[in-house]
Structures are given as C-alpha cells and as structure tokens.
C-alpha cells in the first residue's frame, strides 16, 4: 500500500511529504513536543479533583452510558453471551424505559452477525476487534481477512491494533501504511486505531502514535486492548486528548479517543468527561467523539443513575 | 479458685503474617531464673529461605517510597511501641532479668532509638550524598541507595535495645531486612514483630526468625539473593562468624562483622549501620547548551 | 453539537471545622495574655467580612515577649537534649496533621487562597517541615554546622504563605535549641493563632514559642530589641534592607528571604504543554503572591506564537472565585492595600505599551479580586518587568539565545529563582549553573520540600531554609 492513499484519508490534509519516507515520518513524529512525565501525571491528577454539580452529574451519568461501547473478548465468548449483552447495550435498565442506549457493542468478529441480528434497527452500533486482536501479531494478509470478514457481518466500526513490534523499533512507516490499508479494508465502517499504551510505556510513544494513526486515518484513537495492564490511564488520555486538539487547530479536522479497560466507576467516569471538557473540548462530549470502552462500567452507571433518581443504593442482586 | 490466663503462642513473622515453622518444630524458652516460658517456634532452612523470598517481595515498594514516608512508618513503630509499654517492659524483664524500672529504662532507649533512625530517612542522603566538582564540564552526583535485602543476626544478649539497634538503620533507609532474634530470649522479637504488624511497616519488609542459630544463619549467609549480612549476633564466636564470612563470599554479600563482645547499645551509634547497607551511584552529565 | 454542561458547582469546605473567637491576644510564656497596643481587625479578603480583632504588642509587650523566650533558652530549651527536643517537634508535627483541615480552612478563611492549595500543598508541608525538623534536633553533631544554640530568635513573617513561613521559622529554630518570638503579618494571624493552641496541646515549655500580632511598629521593635539573638525576616526587600542596616555594628546573627523577579525561560524544545502548566502555575498559583513566582515569561521566538495561544487557552479554563470553594484554582488578593499596587502597576504597564490581556472572567461583588493577566511585548525598560508586582500578573519577553535568555533573566537585582523549559539535559544544567538564583526549576516550577534548601542571591536575600543548610542560620 502506498502512501499516496493517506492524501485522501482526512479530505484536505495532505500530509503526503511528511509520509514519504520513514526517514521524514520520523523527523515529522520526533519533532512533535515532548511529554514530561511528572508534568502530564499532575495535571490529570489536578483534573480529577473537580467536582461537578449535581444537576450535571445527572446529565454526565447518561452521556457517559451513551458514550459505553459495551464489550464481550473472551475466549469462551458464546452466541448466548453476545445477544444478552447486546439486548442490555439497548435496554441498560430494565426497570427504566428512559435509560439511554450504549453507543456501541464490541465483540470479536466471528460473534458479529449475533451481534447485529439482536440489536437490529435499535441505532446501538456494531464494534469488532480486528487485526489479530489482541497481539497483532499475524501476516498482513491474514490480518487484512480480519478486518473485511468482520466489515462483511455487519461491524459498523473495527477497532484495530497497531503492529507495536514495529513501531517500538521505528519502523514508523510500516505501521502508518498498515492502519492505511487497513481503513481501506474497512469500507464505510469506521476505524478506531488501539495503541496498547501498556506496551508503548512512554507519553512521547503515545504522542507519536496518535499522529501518525490520525494521519493514517483513524476516525478514532483508542488506549488499549483491556488485555494488558496498566490499560487506560488519566494521563495517557490526556496526551491523546491534546493530540486530537492539537490536530484540529492545524487542520479544522476532529478525532475521536476511547479510553478502554480499567474504568469501572462513574466517578473514574466523570473524571475522564471532566478532563475531555477541559483539554480538547466541550465538542468531544458526545458519542460520535469520545467512547468508553467498558463491561463493568454500565453497571455502576446504572446504579448511580438509579441512586440519583430515587435516592437509594441497589447492590448487583 | 483464681482465674487461669490464655497463654500467648510464639510464631514467627514473615510477610507481615505470623505461620509456624514449616518443620512443625518448636523449643523452649526459660526466663532469667531457667523457669519455662513458651514453646518459641524453630525455625528451619525453608523459612528462612522464605522470609528472604518475602523480603525480596517488598524491597521494590519500600525502596519506592519517599524517605518523608518511611520516617513516618518508623516513628510509628516508636508510637506504638510507647504505647505497649507494659508489655516490653515485662518481656525485658522476663529475657533480661532486673526490675521493672531497669526494664523501662530499657524500653526508653529503644524507643528513642526508633525516633533517632526514623529522623534519619530523609538525611542520611544529605549527609552521606554530594555532587562532586569533576575537573571538567560535568554535572556528577553521588547518593546512597539502599542494597537490598540484608540478613541481621539479632544480639545474643540486648533482645529489644540491640535488635532495634540492628533492624532500624536497615529499614529505615529503605532495605528490607530477615532478622534471626536472639535464640535465648527471643520473646521480644515476637512482640516487636506484633507492633510492626499494626504500625503500617509493608509486610515483608521486616522478617523475624525465631530459634537456634545453626539451622537459619548459614542459609541467610550462603543465599544468593540476599545482598548483605550483619552477623552482629555472634559476638565472641569468632569460628562461626568466619565460616558465615567466607559462605557470605559466594555473591560477595556486604558484610558487618561480628565485634568481639557484644557493644554497648546505650552508645551514639553513628553512621555505620546505614552506610553498611547503602551503595554508592555517582551519575555523570555534561554541561553545555 | 454538545452542550457544555460542565458546569461545576460550588463544592465548599465546611466552615464549622473551625471556630474563631471574637478576639485574641498575644501567646507569651505558654499563655494568652493582652496586648497594649492598638488592636486591630482581621478581614476575609473573600468577602470583606470582619473575622476577629487581633491584639497589637507595643514595646513593652515585645520585652515581655523576649524576657519569656530568654528564660526558656536558659533554663529548659537550650539546655535540654537534642532527643527530648525532638520528641516534642514530633509531637507538634503529628497535632498539625491531626488537625490538618481545620489548618486548611482558616488559612484560606484568614487568606483568601484556594482550598485546593491549603489542604493539598500548605498544610502538609507545614507538618513535613516539622517532622523534618524533629528529626535534627538530636543529630546536629552530623550536620556539619555546630551544635550550639544561638538564643532567643526575632521572627518576622509575610502573609501569603502564613503557616507555612511559620514552619519555615519556628521548626528549625526550635530544633537547633533556639527559643522564638514570631510575629505574623497583620493581614494574616489566625493560624499562628491556632499554632500556638497547638504548642499547648503538645505540652511544650511555656516561653519556648511566643507568637505577638502586630504590624510594622511591632516587627520593628522585636528585630531591634537588643536581647535578641537572630533576627529571621521574610518579606519585600525594601524592609530586608533596614534591617540589615538596623543590625549592623550588632552581633544579631541576620537572614533574609526577600523579593523576586524571577524568569520562566521556555526553549524552542521544552514539553509544551507541560511548560504551560508550568507557566500557570509559576505565576497563577497563591494569587502571584509568592516571592518565588515566576513573573517573568522570557519564551524563545521561534516558539512565542505558539506558547502563548496555548497559555491562553489554558488560563481562560482558571476558576477564580470563593476560596473554600474546592474547584477554586485562583483566591482573592489578600488585602485592599495589595489589590491597589497590583492594580497600580497594570495600569502603568498598559501606558507604557505592553499588551494586555486577561480572559474574561466573572469576579464577585465583595472582597479584593483580580483576573489572571498578561503582558506581551514587554521589554527590560518596563516597570512591569523590573517590579515585584506580587498579583497574578506575568510579562511576556522574548529570546533568541541561551546566552541572551541568561543575560535577561540576570537583569535584575533580585535572585531567588528561575525556570528552565528544554528537553535537553546538558542545557538544563548549563542554565542552571548561569543563571544568579537561588533555586532552579527545570521543567517543573514552585516545588517545595523541607529538604530542599530554597533562598535567594543578590537583593533576593541571604541564608537558606530547608534541608541541612536550613540549620546554618540557627547553630553558632
């Protein structure tokens, strides 16, 4: 795949020289400002110190349920498993007609077409996992089957891994065309570019792999697989989230982030919609945007909503 | 008919738990006057070999910590400690003979001793680190880091002033430490390792062995993994001391010799302890825009 | 299109944690006794209500005050063993984390700053300098400093850390066997107030610790009164400088911890968005009322554009408003008095051609409040950039070389600290060993420890506190 498709990924961008060689790819990533560590980690922690009135937290409970990718990646994964999650992606409370809807299911490829049948014309999207998830690590080819297999079943959106062998050695260029190639194979369906931030371990990784996934064409930069501790963090999320800032001041374009695995609590929740309002944005508090990617998560969604409503604690009976 | 009391069972301590011996094994304990006290638990090779596996285990986390907290832990040993006064002061008495006020004098000095180590935390870098003025355009620190896990051998005779004396420098500056307590009176070790069961010390950090030492201190001084020993509790037995001094060779293990009677614990004790169990970094980088 | 709807709430810290009398006198000799001289009020700056009446110590009060701490450092403090000494700072120390929150409260209450920063910066630090501290007092023989007291310390200390500054004083005085007379600043006594609650709790010898309110006539007669053995100031340089001329020819052991005017230097390469936090912070954080700030912006060109926009997007999301308010990130200008200055200097850095700008932002109707500012194209000449304005207001200067960003930020004649912003290792140490202050940040800004010597050169001041070299100034 050459480079030339990445001129007509983000229609206007043409960042055709930058991606010409690895040689200029490199000078173009190492060139973007660095992190410092300390410096990122005090800030998200600061962040998380705000508190938001209880009228917004209302409001902030049901943006964060619309904003859950809802997500099965078992081995022992089974048809039954996909339609229960997926009936509870439409009807998260029962008990509740005005709950809203997740944004999204995520599920393995072979389980997608389950997937699709449950929730018909319900609006929840259809998220698979793609690309050898969660390693990565398989022939292009095989790689490239994944992904229209999955778009061929019915995904609305693939998330995707990045080769991190590659990129932790600087063959910057192969990943760029990899993500190229493979949001070719996508078709209509959107392209979410999983970092595995775990395994990239500096910010100045994360940094580097946000534009060079956003210049590849993500619609959506992701943190992890949920496979591989630590997975998504308050501070890696706010190097992506000044990415995306970042790369809507130079090209007027917008791209979402999906913080996954780790978030189990809607005051983790909250912390995180706190920090997208205050670095990238308050255009990034909606769905089309920004994504949880989470199992756990709902269910304490659910009981805090439901605490606010009637002012009593259920447990998970 | 007067009411019979629950008598105290002596365990060991090992990541921050209280087990018996594996091997089942125990040995009695006299009091000053060779009246019977308790079963003690005896200690074998595989506990050792386990308490250096838990020491292991927290060294990473504790060496971790801010000085500022580990100070804070070990003046909390202190507090709690004063807080127990009753009892050490009956366990000293009990090991050591003398009376109860001799005893207390005792426990004041063991706990003051805590709070001199616990001040020293977030100073002995200060004292014992500096930058270096390198003839050349260089920046060059040295500080002290902590070694590792270290051995000690607990006094034969001080079983609370001494075996604070002896575990306090190694924790405090960040090491994490397998004490074998004083095989005769080692009653005191056991209640200490009480206190550091509830005065927030990480389990793990600090271990305490009791029983003879034939069958734990060759273990300690022959492991690999254990980086320094403190063979202070054998005093006057300059044959077995050697032997552990030549096992101790096999990964050159820093070693603080045995002195040839047991010190005087009442003295200043100075920096050695530290620096015994502390490395050296010196970092080099140059100057220049 | 979302709505904004992050909208944060007030989320305030209970008052009830704290209970403030009516009025309060002078703690001389382990008791409150009355004061002689003109009391005065203490105000909320947030809401200009009135909080207690404070006692002035005219000078017979300040004698009575040093002839308390004299007879302490004789008879008990002075010869007392380092152990015992240490045992009660420990105990000092543990009683200010005990009651860590209600510290919290009043400072903000009694300053204006945000909560956020008391609770999570002030007060935690004021108990690590006296654990700190504590930890000396029988371990001065390895301090490379002596062991001998000095006597009876004159203490005098500034409003915008008040706790703080108290720790910095009282905790190492008291270690190296000196006995205090402390005098808060006028604007900001009620937690020196409660400090010496504290000494009682903590059973400390009555004299040992001797805290008189008052304003200049009262820190005039205690830095002169003639049975003091140290005077220890901080506060603006003008008064730093009488007192050195009122000590001369004396054997008063001097430090002085004065003004600054201290540059924020950002390369071309730093890590900018943590650079900005670093700006923000340096000169946002306690209001600007810090003598350490970072007031002085001197960003390299190639970057300039680019580091302002971000540093003004980031200021327009600063929330400036009810000090115990948790989402508080600016408080309110302490006093009347320092709002006029600040405003006085603004203005004349507008007439003299610097750009000015602050984001918009809601202040409330009572109390003594400032927007964040900033002033671009500001060059050496301007009053802005020679002046401690002591508000949140920074002057933006620009630079091409290392070499010219040294000679600017040397150009003045304070020295207390600096910031260097750079990716590069070398370059960090290269500035830091040029440039003529007493503390240097590199990628990071107004970080304090009690381990960490901070002080200033040239008309910054002299002396050290924190860290062993802290106990210099305390030891013959």
Known sequence: MTSTAAATTHPGNDWADVTASDASLRRFLHGLPGVDQVGAEARAAGLGTRSIKTTAKAYAIDLAIRMVDLTTLEGQDTPGKVRALAAKAVHPDPADPTCPSTAAVCVYPDLVAVAKETLGSSGVKVASVATAFPSGRAAIDVKLADVRDAVAAGADEIDMVIDRGAFLSGRYLEVFEEIVAVRAACGAAHLKVIFESGELQTYDNVRRASWLAIMAGAHFIKTSTGKVQPAATLPVTLVMLEAVRDYREQTGQMVGVKPAGGIRTTKDAIKYLVMVNEVAGPDWLDPDWFRFGASTLLNDLLMQRTKMQTGRYSGPD | ?289 | MAKNVFEYAPAPESRSVVDIKPSYGLFVNGEFVDGHGHSFKSISPSTEEVLAEIAEADEADVDLAVKAARRAHSRVWGRMPGKERAKYLFRIARIIQERGRELAVLESIDNGKPIKETRDVDIPIVAAHFFYYAGWADKLEYSGHGTESLGVAGQVIPWNFPLLMLAWKIAPALACGNTVVLKPAETAPLTALLFAEICQQADLPAGVVNIITGAGDTGRALVSHPDVDKVAFTGSTEVGKAIARAVAGTDKRVTLELGGKAANIVFDDAPLDQAVEGIVNGIFFNQGHVCCAGSRLLVQESVADEVLARLKRRVTTLRIGDPLDKNTDIGAINSAEQLAKIRELSDIGEQEGAGRWSPPCELPDHGFWFPPTIFTNVTQAHRIAREEIFGPVLSVLTFRTPSEAVEKANNTPYGLSAGVWTDKGSRILKMANALRAGVVWANTFNKFDPTSPFGGYKESGYGREGGRHGLEGYLK
């Open chain 2, 1 to 289: 008919m007067s009411r019979i009391d629950v008598r105290k069972t002596y365990k060991l301590f090992i990541g921050g738990e209280f087990p018996r011996s594996e091997s089942g094994h125990s040995y009695v304990v006299h009091d000053q006057q060779g009246r019977f006290v308790a079963n003690a638990a005896l200690a074998s090779r595989k506990d050792a070999r386990d308490a250096v596996s838990a020491a292991r285990k927290a060294f990473p986390g504790w060496s971790a910590r801010t000085a500022y907290n580990r100070s804070q832990v070990v003046y909390r040993i202190a507090e709690v400690m004063e807080d127990r006064r009753p009892q050490f002061v009956e366990a000293v008495r009990q090991g050591e003979g003398g009376t109860a006020a001799s005893a207390g004098k005792v426990l004041d000095a063991a706990i003051d001793r805590l709070v001199w180590y616990a001040g020293w935390a977030d100073k002995i870098t200060q004292v014992t680190g500096n930058a270096n003025p390198v003839a050349g355009p260089y920046f060059n620190l040295s500080t002290p880091e902590p070694t590792g896990v270290v051995a000690a051998v607990a006094p034969a005779d001080s079983s609370l002033l001494g075996l604070v004396s002896v575990v306090a420098p190694v924790i405090v500056t960040g090491n994490t430490v397998v004490v074998a307590a004083s095989p005769e009176r080692p009653l005191p070790a056991v209640t200490f390792a009480e206190v550091l069961a509830t005065s927030d010390v990480p389990g793990g950090v600090v271990n305490v062995l009791t029983g003879t030492l034939d069958r734990t201190v060759a273990t300690l001084a022959s492991h690999m993994d254990v980086n320094a020993i403190d063979l202070t509790g054998l005093a006057g037995d300059p044959e077995q001391a050697q032997a552990l001094e030549v096992a101790a060779a096999d990964n050159l293990k820093r070693v603080r010799r045995a002195p040839a009677a047991e010190p005087d614990w009442a003295a200043d004790p100075g920096l050695g302890r530290m620096t015994d169990v502390l490395e050296t970094k010196t970092v080099w980088h140059p100057i220049g825009v």
